[in-house]
């Protein structure tokens, strides 16, 4: 470590050879303090950046320097924790608000092709499936209202959804079970 300290060493050589020496070992202490890898290297960065500015000047050497950085870090973590503390919150979580979710893309992938999969079926497949599991009609129900008789609504049900299941599965896959309601 004695040749980082050279005053004809660039910065940015500086700062490399400083990350060569004693990196690995930073991002480990930091990781480990936070348990989050982009974290760690948040903080290990933060802590070059520091260390360039203020050109850490060994005292006894190799360890002193790595003594310098790990406080460095471990007091960066302390600092990133109690911020994170002292904010409010800003939602009260109840029984009644969740969390958003970061990603509803999935979700919406998925009711467009279940969409597009119904509009593939019958007018009379799809209007069993509607009543049934969108409205929430039982099978007696769904048969007084489309005015066919409770065992048509049940193989209707069960051939629609067969349908539904090899157009979202598409032809290679293995069909899943299907529920018919009771």
Do not use: C
């Not at 802590?47 to 960066?76: D, S």
């Not at 919150?89 to 999935?106: K, M, N, Y």
């Not at 007696?140 to 193989?155: C, F, W, Y």
Request: hydrophobic content about 40%; aromatic content about 6%; proline content about 5%.
């Amino acid at each position: 470590m004695t040749d980082l300290f050279e005053s004809e060493v660039t910065d940015e050589e500086w700062v490399r050879k400083l990350f060569e020496e004693h990196g690995k070992a930073m991002l480990a202490y930091a990781r480990r303090l936070t348990s989050d890898r982009s974290a760690a290297e948040d903080i290990v960065q933060e802590v070059l950046v520091r260390a360039w500015r203020h050109r850490v000047v060994p005292i006894a050497g190799k360890t002193a320097v790595r003594a310098w950085l790990f406080t460095v870090i471990r007091n960066l973590v302390v600092d990133r924790f109690r911020a994170q503390n002292s904010r409010p919150i800003e939602v009260v979580e109840t029984q009644l608000t969740h969390p958003v979710e970061r990603d509803h893309a999935d979700r919406v992938v998925d009711s467009m092709l279940v969409s597009q999969a119904l509009d593939s079926l019958s007018p009379e497949h799809r209007a069993v499936l509607e009543d049934v599991y969108l409205h929430g009609k039982t099978v007696r129900e769904t048969a007084e209202t489309l005015g066919i008789p409770p065992g048509t609504v049940k193989s209707r049900t069960h051939f629609a959804l067969r349908a539904l299941n090899r157009l979202l599965r598409g032809p290679d896959r293995s069909e899943a079970p299907v529920a018919v309601p009771g």
